[in-house]
Each structure stands twice: as C-alpha cells, then as structure tokens.
C-alpha cells in the first residue's frame, strides 16, 4: 500500500486549504482512512476518518465543523477539507490507512493504522 499526501501549503487564517491523499496498490474497500497531524515538538494527533466506503466518519473536536473528511472511489483519495484555519492547525499532515474496521475507541490512536503517508506540511499565519 503506498499513500502520498499533497496539498499542503501556506495559508491565512480563516483561510482553506484541501489536503489529498492517494492511495494505490490494495483493493480499499475494506480500509479506514485518517488524517493526523503532527506539530513541532508535539505528538502525532488525529484530525479525522472515514470508511472507504464513506458512510462513516469521524473527527477531533478540535476540528468538528471546520474540516471535512471524503473519499473519491473512482480516483482512489481521501481528501481532506480544511476551513477557518486557525494558527494551532499548523502541522505536517499525515495520512493513514488500516486495512481492517477499526473498534471506535481506538479509531484515533495513530498505532491503529498499518499505512502512512509522507506528510504534507500546512502553515497557517497571522
């Protein structure tokens, strides 16, 4: 399985940005997908999953009504809609994948996920 994340950049805040991660070589329609974060000097956190199939998904609170999580099947991504970026969003963005259904209480644990991604890097400024 190979992941790579994109879309990551410099941005203001209150600004958007849409993160992509596209995933190759499995047939995903068993995975869960998530994107976490990682802050300098801080744990890898995570911002938000989805289902492949995309009926279930789930986010930090810290992002609840500000990012969105969706997948496209027919180009194999899982994108990440990031609004009203607030300067603690700043991170490298990972995304990650677990080739089985995942129990809720442990849906957020980075060790949960087989596959990573690079990361991609969003600085949001003042």
């Known amino acids: 399985v190979q992941l790579q994340a994109s879309g990551g950049g410099l941005v203001q805040a209150g600004g958007s940005l849409r993160l992509s991660c596209a995933a190759s070589g499995r047939t995903f329609s068993s995975y869960v997908m998530g994107w976490f974060r990682q802050a300098p000097g801080k744990e890898r956190e995570f911002v938000a999953g989805?289902?492949?199939?995309?009926?279930?998904?789930y986010y930090a609170d810290s992002v609840k009504g500000r990012f969105t999580i969706s997948v496209d099947n027919f180009r194999n991504t899982v994108n990440l809609q990031m609004n009203s970026l607030k300067l603690e969003d700043t991170a490298v963005y990972f995304c990650?994948?677990?080739?089985?259904?995942?129990?809720?209480?442990?849906?957020?644990?980075?060790?949960?996920?087989?596959?990573w991604g690079q990361g991609t890097e969003v600085t949001v400024s003042s």
């Open positions: 989805i289902t492949w199939s995309g009926t279930i998904t």
């Open positions: 990650a994948a677990r080739s089985l259904p995942v129990a809720p209480s442990h849906r957020d644990r980075p060790n949960s996920y087989d596959y």
